[in-house]
């Protein structure tokens, strides 16, 4: 959950992490140069390439531009994790991004050469990732070299292309040989195919709308364009021819199923062609999978495509016609299938049996003596004779046939003994004669025993004129005779007797009798209408709830026995009897305060009901706030009870939202209240403090009569981390600049480390709606410990990446005052992985103006042109003096690999500027990125740096290093580059000659010709320092003209 979202506040109690987190990058190009920085082909390389995929599939209309920088990076080596993603991109652009056709077109026509190459490499992962990118652009590219006539080179590439892939579908020798190569050839053979048929339907109109349709095909090529029409339409020919074939002599499955797949498209798309596809599949059937041997299992998947496929047609009206045909096909295919099916359920059958009668009848003897012996002893310890009840294990026969049920019970017959069967014949005839519960009716007529069936038992009629008639003469009795009148009642005089006394505990019963009466007829009256605005005046208790008014005063004239009475009674349902205690509690004010009551009756009922009721408080009831703002008077005390209940993260909500209230509606304890809340604003629970601040802050808004109290709270909490020795003049206060107020809390102790974020969240949370508040985080920043500048920057960045680059946010990064660099650079790091360009202008702006320190380069240096990067270059390879700036400067390599190759920034890495040492620590930032550095990559630009017209003091430590990394360079170093320097006379300068005496010998004898090519005095100089090379010169020199001269001159021999 984070302070700067608009979250549910309940979801602070679901926070398990202690400190705040940026989110990845959300600029595209930002993730990615994230990404490449990363260590070649790590988890967390991967993590970050997909990440950055994410955001392109988010903002497609950036590929466009990333794509062509990328494609000379995947060319070359071998498979890596960025060659994936480029191609995963690549198809993303051309295929599924949605952009503009033209956009499309031009990305394809660019890609064309590289996928070409691609195409032609030995990696079977990168060819079955090429093809598909290539079967989406084959219908880009055959409309553009059907209407039009583009270079020759895109025409050459598009039909080299298309002959590789066809290969590799029909040729049986294509090679690489892979089934998933030829799997994903056949879905472009398929676009192949479409394209060169024409499209013809029913509607007459469609040829008419053909040409701008976007089924390409070959009514589309024009006169002038690149294409044949007839050459094309042959081409679909011999395609169509092969696609049958290899649909019947195919073999493997894996082949079969997109072979199968693209048949219905073909035949969707083009009708002229339904009637090939049509007859191809009813006339399937698996004989060359049987002929190779293939599995049941696999024989049953291919077939089940193929109906897959059938059916599909079927549900395709304009084929319609074929449904005859196509229905036999499946009729067929079914019976097929079920006689397979048969088949080889009688062949695992037989091979069972085959099994069983194979076995070798030592062995089954012995099997026999041992664990079978074991087992059949204890099935025969378990027979025994019957109680002929017919009771046994029950078996459903009815899926059985009747031969099947007939050979079962014979068999179980036969293995009973005679003894045993007759035993159990004999129980089961004793049982019916018996006429036992345990009998068995329906064995009766088998056995010959005639049962006896109960008969059932009528029910007596009763004739209603056999009836007694002693109730009918009751009838016909005479009246009774009248009583003697009695003489007149008169009063005496009657004193009622004194009432018993009751117990205590029986006048509380009582008590509370009366009260729940009272409650039940009240809240009878709940269903009544409300009055009327009109009818009568607005009262706290409506006409229809007199009777709480009535039980409130009840309550209020007696002993305190009475108001305990009253309390149990609210506090058993507080929920729906608040309303109650609050005139209740109301009445016992306004007495108190008339001196009807004793003092001190209203405060200790409010306690009593709310110190009972907090243990049973849900987090999200609301009845408690309620109650609370309608009581007469709210007591220090109880704001008390409620910041205790906000430090209880099960029940914190309930407590600041009636904190919160008593702020907003109750003046009078608004200064108690708001100082409460504000203080756990800085709670050491992050949990109970975050659940404080977004309570507070995202509540009252700047127009709110809290938020002065609001922010003199948070900067003086904030002014409490400035260090008071601090005194420099980098960090002095400007005239007339005063530093806040420090507050004290009592969950602050002094500060440290360990408590910043306690003191920085509150004013973090309020500058994300009152951006001035950044002035004073700025200001106050130079006035900090180190380790707590660091601290405050960590914190601090999750608001920053929420804000964005604002208009208040740039004018502070303008202007941000002196001191504040580090935290600055941090920011600008955030912000360009937005992708914000009011932020690279104004970083290019302050570049230009002031005397920054070069890591403010980094954050910007993707989007700078290649002039202005190797203007900047030496200032961020002097960062390599930090032993911890070494990511960052590989980052910014990264970043500027958008705007360079990798050639060009090896050049610029050895012009002069930087120091010495920290260039060839750079050098060698560019060999771990070995997935950008390749051979070819390093071979370029040696041979570049060579023509320069100053060899740089680097250049031969770097080629040494190059022939080290890359041993197969050994010869391209000694034919082309050491001719090279000996040309420019590398021996005048000292630094370099060591050098190259050194790679002499290194690449030896590679380097023989181009040692040759020395000054004789030279040539004498290095066989001085590096006697090895003396015996190879010598043999290389034997088979020269003239060699014994110069052999003698050079080597001193005769």
């Known amino acids: 959950m984070s302070l700067y979202a608009d979250d549910d506040p309940t979801k602070a109690l679901q926070l398990t992490d202690e400190q705040p987190t940026l989110q990845p990058p959300t600029d595209p190009q930002q993730a990615l140069n994230a990404a490449l920085a990363l260590d070649s082909e790590s988890p967390e390389q991967q993590e970050g390439l997909q990440n950055a995929a994410q955001r392109f599939e988010e903002h497609p209309e950036r590929l466009p531009e990333v794509i062509p920088r990328l494609l000379g990076l995947i060319t070359e080596g071998g498979d890596s994790l960025l060659r994936f993603w480029t191609l995963d991109m690549i198809a993303l652009t051309v295929g599924r991004s949605g952009l503009m056709l033209d956009v499309k077109l031009h990305v394809a026509q660019y890609c064309l050469t ?37 270079s020759q080179q895109v025409l050459d590439l598009f039909n080299v292309a298309k002959s590789k892939i066809i290969s590799f579908a029909l040729d049986p020798n294509a090679r690489p040989f892979n089934v998933g190569i030829k799997a994903v050839a056949w879905k472009f053979v398929q676009r ?21 349709s976007n089924d390409v095909n070959v009514s589309h090529i024009v006169p002038n364009g690149c294409l044949s029409a007839s050459d094309i339409e042959k081409e679909g020919t011999l395609l169509q021819t092969q696609l049958v074939t290899h649909l019947y002599s195919s073999s493997e499955p894996a082949i079969l199923h997109p072979l199968i797949n693209t048949l219905p498209a073909i035949a969707k798309m083009r009708p002229t062609l339904a009637p090939l596809v049509v007859h191809s599949l009813a006339s399937w059937t698996p004989s060359a999978l049987v002929a190779a041997g ?16 059938i059916s599909h047609l079927l549900r395709h009206p304009p084929l319609s016609a074929h449904a005859a045909q ?20 009688l062949a695992r059958k037989e091979r069972r049996q085959n099994l069983k009668h194979t076995i070798d009848p030592e062995t089954a003897f012995e099997a026999e003596s041992s664990e079978q012996a074991a087992k059949r002893a204890r099935l025969d310890g378990l027979v025994g004779v019957g109680s002929g009840m017919g009771k046994g294990p029950e078996i459903d026969v009815s899926g059985m046939r009747l031969e099947e049920v007939v050979e079962v019970v014979l068999s179980s017959l036969r293995s009973v003994s005679l003894e045993l069967l007759t035993g159990t014949i004999e129980n089961a005839k004793r049982a019916l004669q018996e006429n036992s519960t345990d009998a068995q009716p329906l ?12 008969e059932e038992e009528e029910e007596e009629i009763l004739n209603p004129l056999d009836m007694e008639d002693d109730d009918d003469d009751l009838l016909m009795d005479g009246p009774e005779p009248l009583m003697e009148e009695e003489e007149p009642t008169s009063f005496t005089d009657f004193v009622l007797p004194a009432p018993e006394p009751l117990e205590p505990s029986d006048k509380e019963f009582i008590f509370s009798d009366t009260i729940e009466r009272i409650w039940q007829t009240g809240a009878d009256l709940a269903s009544l209408p409300d009055p009327k605005d009109s009818d009568a005046t607005k009262l706290a208790v409506k006409p229809k709830e007199m009777w709480m008014l009535l039980l409130a005063r009840l309550a209020t004239r007696g002993a305190d026995v009475k108001r305990k009475v009253i309390c149990d009674f609210i506090i058993a349902d507080f929920a729906n009897r608040s309303k109650f205690a609050s005139v209740w509690l109301n009445e016992e004010w306004y007495n108190e305060k008339i001196g009807v009551s004793s003092p001190g009756q209203y405060l200790s009922n409010l306690e009593a009901i709310v110190t009972a009721y907090l243990p049973k408080v849900d987090s999200k009831d609301k009845s408690l706030s309620t109650f609370i703002l309608t009581l007469p008077a709210i007591p220090p005390s109880l704001i008390s009870t409620l910041e205790t209940i906000c430090q209880e993260p099960e029940r914190a909500l309930v407590g600041f939202l009636a904190l919160r209230d008593i702020v907003e509606v109750r003046p009078p304890v608004r200064p108690q209240a708001l100082q409460t809340l504000l203080e756990l604003c800085t709670h050491p629970d992050r949990k109970i403090r975050v659940m404080a601040i977004i309570t507070t802050v995202r509540r009252w808004g700047n127009d709110s009569p809290m938020m002065p109290f609001l922010t003199k709270y948070a900067l003086g909490v904030l002014w409490r981390l400035a260090n008071d020795g601090v005194k420099s003049e980098d960090v002095d206060m400007e005239e007339g600049e005063q530093a806040d107020e420090k507050i004290q809390s009592k969950f602050l102790g002094e500060p440290n480390v360990d408590n910043v974020q306690q003191h920085v969240e509150l004013a973090f949370a309020l500058a994300k709606r009152k951006q001035d508040l950044l002035d004073d985080i700025f200001r106050l920043y130079p006035r900090l410990e180190p380790a707590v500048q660091d601290v405050v920057e960590a914190q601090l960045m999750p608001l920053i990446q929420s804000l964005g680059a604002t208009e208040k946010l740039l004018e502070i990064l303008r202007k941000f005052p002196n001191g504040a660099d580090k935290l600055v650079m941090r920011v600008v790091g955030v912000l360009s992985a937005e992708g914000s360009k009011t932020l690279v202008t104004l970083m290019k702006t302050l570049l230009s103006e002031r005397d920054l320190d070069p890591r403010f380069v980094i954050p910007i240096v993707g989007d700078l042109d290649k002039a202005e990067i190797e203007k900047q270059l030496p200032r961020i390879v002097s960062l390599l003096g930090d032993v911890n700036s070494k990511d960052m400067v590989k980052t910014a390599f990264a970043s500027m690999l958008q705007k360079m190759t990798p050639s060009d920034l090896m050049v610029a890495l050895h012009q002069e500027g930087a120091p010495l040492k920290l260039t060839i620590e750079a050098i060698g930032i560019c060999f771990s990125m070995t997935t950008v550095f390749r051979s070819d990559v390093l071979a370029n630009a040696m041979s570049r740096i060579a023509d320069l017209s100053t060899i740089p003091l680097i250049f031969v430590r770097t080629i040494i290093q190059v022939v080290t990394t890359y041993k197969s360079l050994a010869p391209f170093i000694a034919n082309h580059i050491l001719p090279k320097l000996v040309t420019k006379k590398i021996w005048e300068i000292p630094q370099l000659w060591d050098g190259f005496i050194m790679l002499a010998k290194r690449i030896a004898p590679a380097s023989f010709g181009a040692l040759l090519q020395l000054p004789k005095e030279q040539l004498k100089e290095v066989v001085e320092k590096q006697p090895g090379l003396k015996s190879g010169l010598k043999g290389f020199l034997a088979n020269k003209p003239g060699s014994k001269a110069a052999m003698a001159e050079i080597f001193g021999d005769d």
């Open 114 to 150: 590289a996928l070409n190459k691609l195409l032609h490499s030995d990696s079977v992962p990168t060819i079955k990732a090429v093809i598909p990118i290539l079967s989406t652009i084959y219908p880009i590219l055959f409309r553009l070299l059907a209407t039009s006539r583009p």
């Open 192 to 212: 192949v195919l479409l394209a060169a048929t024409r499209a013809a339907g029913s509607d007459p109109r469609l040829p008419q709308r053909g040409a701008g």
């Open 294 to 309: 293939r599995s049941a299992m696999e024989i049953r998947a291919v077939d089940k495509t193929v109906r897959i496929a």
């Open 326 to 345: 196509l229905n036999d096909a499946l009729v067929r295919q079914k019976a097929r299938m079920e006689a397979a099916f048969i088949g080889e359920a």
């Open 443 to 454: 064995l009766a007529a088998a056995l010959g025993v005639s049962s006896i069936v109960k």
